[in-house]
T-cell receptor, first 116, second 117 residues
Framework: AQKITQTQPGMFVQEKEAVTLDCTYD???????LFWYKQPSSGEMIFLIY??????QNATEGRYSLNFQKARKSANLVISASQLGDSAMYFC?????????????FGTGTRLTIIP | GAVVSQHPSWVICKSGTSVKIECRSL??????MFWYRQFPKQSLMLMAT?????????EQGVEKDKFLINHASLTLSTLTVTSAHPEDSSFYIC?????????????FGSGTRLTVV
């Protein structure tokens, strides 16, 4: 079974609009971490935002916020005021396990295209 | 911030030869190193996880004799693709963990694009 599910293979959004990228996850670990990464065409992985399973508040980093709904096992990324430079692949990832025995797995990704 | 240097950034090799990819953490000690493979327009697939001084743990379906991983020190991990074939052509990327779990504790290398001809 998929640990991380991203159901939107591609999205087109008008510049300056907000966009939500969906991510659901599946784990039985009580302690886990959720991440969003941006991958431009150059291939580098750019960290955007992190949410720990015990964090009470939703994470925010500048224009990025994570809508964490633990009971629904979803961790959607919200990008406010989208910019042309936001066009890229976006991956949701989950860390499970403990120190020395951890695993970081990725969803299938969403290709976001910002339209001028 | 934490930096992982991955080399080479791209390599072309002949079928049947071996290729070594290096990931070096420059300013921190990487307790765990992850190696991923990414085919065009696809996700990062975890190949193996290695802890310094231990044998790597390979994911199901990944041939450990073909993809040799060495994590001899806290700052260096290598992936050797042995007897490479065209189907091994892919983007390989490493990720180092600092073991700090309450924040983003992962730093990625810039990736290696392997083409086997």
């Amino acid at each position: 079974a998929q640990k991380i599910t991203q159901t939107q293979p591609g999205m087109f959004v008008q510049e300056k609009e907000a966009v939500t990228l969906d991510c659901t996850y599946d784990t039985s670990d009580p302690s886990y971490g959720l991440f969003w990464y941006k991958q431009p065409s150059s291939g580098e992985m750019i960290f955007l935002i992190y949410q720990g399973s015990y964090d009470q508040q939703n994470a925010t980093e500048g224009r990025y916020s994570l809508n964490f709904q633990k009971a629904r096992k979803s961790a959607n990324l919200v990008i406010s005021a989208s910019q042309l430079g936001d066009s890229a692949m976006y991956f949701c990832a989950m860390r499970e396990g403990t120190f020395g025995n951890e695993k970081l797995t990725f969803g299938t990704g969403t290709r976001l295209t910002i339209i001028p | 911030g934490a930096v992982v240097s991955q080399h080479p950034s791209w390599v072309i090799c002949k079928s049947g030869t071996s290729v070594k990819i290096e990931c070096r953490s420059l300013d921190f000690q990487a307790t765990t190193m992850f190696w991923y493979r990414q085919f065009p327009k696809q996700s990062l697939m975890l190949m193996a996880t290695s802890n310094e001084g231990s044998k790597a743990t390979y994911e199901q379906g990944v041939e450990k004799d073909k993809f040799l991983i060495n994590h001899a020190s806290l700052t260096l991990s290598t992936l050797t693709v042995t007897s490479a074939h065209p189907e091994d052509s892919s983007f390989y990327i490493c990720s180092a963990s600092t073991g700090i779990f309450h924040i983003n504790g992962y730093t990625f290398g810039s990736g290696t694009r392997l083409t086997v001809v």
